[in-house]
């Protein structure tokens, strides 16, 4: 069963969803059924796209390979890391070290100290090795300066004390070069070469006394021999110097202590020391006359 198709209200709005058309106006052609539609694409054209392995040019990039900006083969450092040029390799140890050093071990201090600050002002200069040696050439220089202070602090501390005279009054310690006549030796020393003896008053037991002291002649180094010979010549001729028990006491030997080398003939020191005494006896008094 069907029904008439109802006309209808011109007044009356379409659907929702359908657009109003105004009365009397032209209706769109629709398309029939069997005609085609743009297909989707074709209504606007495409760019092309490249093709698999095409490489594409990026705006404002560089090709690879192209030289960058700046000198060829030039390293520059990232962005934010600071730049800092290379110090050359050391150029060799500085001599002026090497001095100080061994003059630090042997002892020479005045020329450690000027040789080790010479090294180290040219060491910084001239970008050279040697700056340890050269420190420690100045430390055995300071080392050796307190070892010296201390031996003269610790020498005139043990020095003897004497009279007006100049007689030992009270035990002490003298150079060999400082004996003096008539001073009583505590026992008679090593064979050898003699830097320091012990004093004592010759009132107390003592193994040797200086019964003589006098100078060698000349005024160059005659030699070792000639003066072990002079030596032993003056010595043997001043021994009337003795008391008389002294010269018949068969224990007792003359020894003598002489200038051994040329730096000390150099250095003024001409005197010898004639000595009397026994190593293995003890003596009380004086053995002069």
Known sequence: MTYPPQPQNPQNPPPYGQPA?????PQQPQPQYGQSQPQYGQSQPQYEQPQYGQSQPQYGQPQ???PQYGAPGQQ???PGSQWEPQTPPPSGTN?????SLIFGILGGILFAVIFGFVA???IKKRNQKGRGMAIAGLVLSVVWLLACGAGVAISALNQPDRDADGTV?????????ELKLGDCLKKLPAEGVVKAVDVVPCSQAHGAEVYAVFNLSGSTYPGSDT??????DGC?????ALSAEAQKDDTLEVYYLYPHTSLVWNSGDHSVSCLVGSETKQYTGSLRK
């Open 120 to 122: 180290l002002s040219q």
């Open 236 to 240: 043997t001729e001043r021994v009337d």
């Open 21 to 25: 058309q105004p009365y009397g106006a």
């Open 64 to 66: 690879y390979g192209q």
């Open 76 to 78: 520059f450092p990232p």
């Open 169 to 177: 009054t009270e035990e002490g310690t003298v150079s060999s070069v």
């Open 95 to 99: 001599g002026f070290a090497v001095a």
């Open 227 to 232: 003066v072990i010979k002079q030596s032993e």
